[in-house]
């Protein structure tokens, strides 16, 4: 047999039949260029025409690792060489260990999983599993959050991506966060459990099966909650029989400085939910983990879901690579010294761009958020909006080789827990100088 060497596509031909046969998330199809990637190492990966870019958001968040860890890339190649898939209905070793391994990081007694492909739908399993739990409907999410894409994720999302998606499942109610926008600030701890206990009892205490929040919202703004308010709300749940869901997809395996947020503040939810930095994105995995008062009711009661890929070998294999990789070069506590640096990078920036009216982060999860006036604390953009100065940034950004992400008013700081303080100074330097253009909005 004669095998044939295959042209490798330019980028042009790459970006051309992307766009032409696939459709692409979160956007207006017309107008878009997407980048075409080659390869990744490390916090840096190199486009096809050869230009390499400082990854200083993970990807989407995900790639806690950092890119071509030989440890995932390998455990991945040596499941996929002796069982690359088998129904979720037998036991592999793969699953075994893994199961067995997060019941040893995950928070308090929480010891058994159930596994997703991702984030959305380990939301939507969670939703699920409170409601048969339970015997109730109600779902209380948060305004300022971001759940997933799916029917019952996105119904619970707060934020402006559920527009579009209503009518959305039904029986979810939001509730108002403790953070109100940089012009209103932040409620004290007080005031946001109140608010909570009063729309809990305007709904009926009895109908509502579970609250669902990001301990930390992410892509709203990454808002670290004061002190006392997840213990607040953790037993406010307690004293109504609502079940706690924190949905950690962004936030969990290290990204905080903590293996878990929660872990920030001594909190054990009844429900948590993981993806991204389960397997630092290498391979689609998500998961629901469960305290023995949850999962004991399906003990003698039907679990009434399932999924084709559930416990897929390839996924376990690289979710245990990746905590073997976490685990050997410490990056959670990584995560936490240089999360002492990026506070200091995010501190010196402030003190010499007038546009950053605040700075916020908790290991190496950050976010800049930019104004047109330090006195009136004016957002740079409007909410769910983007602006000439905001774009500029972004464009800046890219043509000095940083990719990140900017949203409404927002730049992200999210590296991968690998980076280095000498990579930290390289994305120091390329966000300050792209933060001119964002101070000349201020003088004109």
Same mark, same amino acid.
Request: glycine share 10%; hydrophobic share 40%; aromatic share 8%.
């Given at each position: 047999?004669?095998? %044939?060497?295959?042209?490798?596509?330019?980028?042009?031909?790459?970006?051309?039949?992307? /766009?032409?046969?696939?459709?692409?998330?979160?956007?207006?199809?017309?107008?878009?260029?997407?980048?075409?990637?080659?390869?990744?190492?490390?916090?840096?990966?190199?486009?096809?025409?050869? %230009?390499?870019?400082?990854?200083?958001?993970?990807?989407?968040?995900?790639?806690?690792?950092?890119?071509?860890?030989?440890?995932?890339?390998?455990?991945?190649? @040596?499941?996929?060489? %002796? /069982?690359?898939?088998? !129904?979720? *209905?037998?036991?592999?070793?793969?699953?075994?260990?893994? #199961?067995?391994?997060?019941?040893?990081?995950?928070?308090?007694?929480?010891?058994?999983? *159930?596994?997703?492909?991702? #984030?959305?739908?380990?939301?939507?399993?969670?939703?699920?599993?409170?409601?048969?739990?339970?015997?109730?409907?109600?779902?209380?999410?948060?305004? @300022?959050?971001?759940?997933?894409?799916?029917?019952?994720?996105?119904?619970?999302?707060?934020?402006?991506? +559920?527009?579009?998606?209503?009518?959305?499942?039904?029986?979810?109610?939001?509730?108002? &966060?403790?953070?109100?926008?940089?012009?209103?600030?932040?409620?004290?701890?007080?005031? !946001?459990?109140? &608010?909570?206990?009063?729309?809990?009892?305007?709904?009926?205490?009895?109908?509502?099966?579970?609250?669902?929040?990001?301990?930390?919202?992410?892509?709203? #703004?990454?808002?670290?909650?004061?002190?006392?308010?997840?213990?607040?709300? +953790?037993?406010?749940?307690?004293?109504?029989?609502?079940?706690?869901?924190?949905?950690?997809?962004?936030?969990?395996?290290?990204?905080?400085?903590?293996?878990?947020?929660?872990?920030?503040?001594?909190?054990?939810?009844?429900?948590?939910?993981?993806?991204?930095?389960?397997?630092?994105?290498?391979?689609?995995?998500?998961?629901?983990?469960?305290?023995?008062?949850?999962?004991?009711?399906?003990?003698?009661?039907?679990?009434?879901?399932?999924?084709?890929?559930?416990?897929?070998?390839?996924?376990?294999?690289?979710?245990?690579?990746?905590?073997?990789?976490?685990?050997?070069? &410490?990056?959670?506590?990584?995560?936490?010294?240089?999360?002492?640096?990026?506070? @200091?990078?995010?501190?010196?920036?402030? &003190? @010499?761009?007038?546009?950053?009216?605040?700075?916020?982060?908790?290991?190496?999860?950050?976010?800049?958020?930019?104004?047109?006036?330090?006195?009136?604390?004016?957002?740079?953009?409007?909410?769910?909006?983007?602006?000439?100065?905001?774009?500029?940034?972004?464009?800046?950004?890219?043509?000095?080789?940083?990719?990140? *992400?900017?949203?409404?008013?927002?730049?992200?700081?999210?590296?991968?827990?690998?980076?280095?303080?000498?990579?930290?100074?390289?994305?120091?330097?390329?966000?300050?100088?792209?933060?001119?253009?964002?101070?000349?909005?201020?003088?004109?």
């Amino acid at each position: 047999m004669v095998t %044939q060497a295959v042209k490798a596509l330019s980028a042009e031909e790459i970006t051309e039949l992307c /766009l032409r046969h696939t459709l692409y998330d979160w956007s207006v199809q017309s107008g878009l260029k997407p980048m075409a990637v080659a390869s990744a190492k490390g916090v840096h990966f190199t486009t096809v025409e050869g %230009q390499r870019f400082l990854d200083f958001n993970s990807q989407l968040m995900c790639v806690n690792a950092g890119h071509g860890d030989p440890r995932i890339v390998d455990a991945i190649k @040596r499941q996929a060489e %002796q /069982l690359p898939y088998v !129904s979720p *209905f037998m036991a592999t070793e793969v699953r075994a260990r893994l #199961g067995a391994k997060l019941a040893e990081l995950l928070p308090g007694d929480i010891d058994k999983v *159930f596994f997703t492909l991702g #984030g959305a739908e380990a939301n939507e399993n969670a939703i699920k599993i409170a409601r048969v739990v339970t015997g109730r409907q109600k779902i209380l999410a948060r305004y @300022r959050s971001y759940h997933g894409s799916t029917a019952g994720a996105i119904a619970a999302t707060g934020d402006p991506r +559920r527009w579009p998606n209503e009518p959305a499942a039904p029986g979810v109610v939001h509730v108002l &966060d403790p953070y109100h926008g940089i012009q209103r600030g932040w409620d004290t701890v007080e005031q !946001s459990l109140a &608010d909570l206990e009063e729309t809990i009892q305007l709904e009926g205490p009895d109908t509502i099966a579970a609250f669902i929040l990001e301990p930390i919202p992410g892509t709203n #703004g990454i808002l670290v909650p004061p002190d006392g308010y997840l213990q607040g709300v +953790r037993a406010i749940c307690d004293r109504h029989g609502i079940l706690m869901i924190c949905d950690e997809v962004m936030t969990g395996f290290g990204r905080t400085g903590r293996w878990f947020a929660v872990d920030h503040w001594g909190v054990v939810p009844d429900m948590i939910t993981m993806a991204k930095g389960l397997t630092s994105s290498y391979v689609p995995l998500g998961a629901v983990g469960l305290r023995p008062s949850v999962y004991s009711y399906f003990d003698d009661h039907v679990f009434y879901g399932g999924l084709t890929y559930n416990s897929h070998p390839l996924a376990c294999a690289a979710a245990l690579g990746t905590i073997q990789a976490y685990e050997e070069d &410490d990056m959670v506590g990584n995560s936490r010294r240089m999360g002492q640096a990026l506070a @200091r990078i995010h501190r010196r920036l402030r &003190d @010499r761009h007038p546009s950053v009216g605040a700075a916020r982060s908790i290991g190496l999860f950050g976010c800049l958020e930019l104004v047109r006036d330090r006195q009136t604390l004016e957002p740079m953009a409007p909410f769910n909006g983007t602006s000439p100065e905001m774009k500029a940034i972004a464009a800046a950004l890219l043509e000095a080789g940083m990719y990140t *992400f900017t949203r409404w008013n927002t730049v992200m700081t999210n590296p991968p827990l690998c980076i280095t303080e000498a990579e930290l100074e390289e994305g120091y330097e390329i966000l300050d100088s792209a933060l001119e253009i964002a101070d000349r909005a201020l003088r004109d």
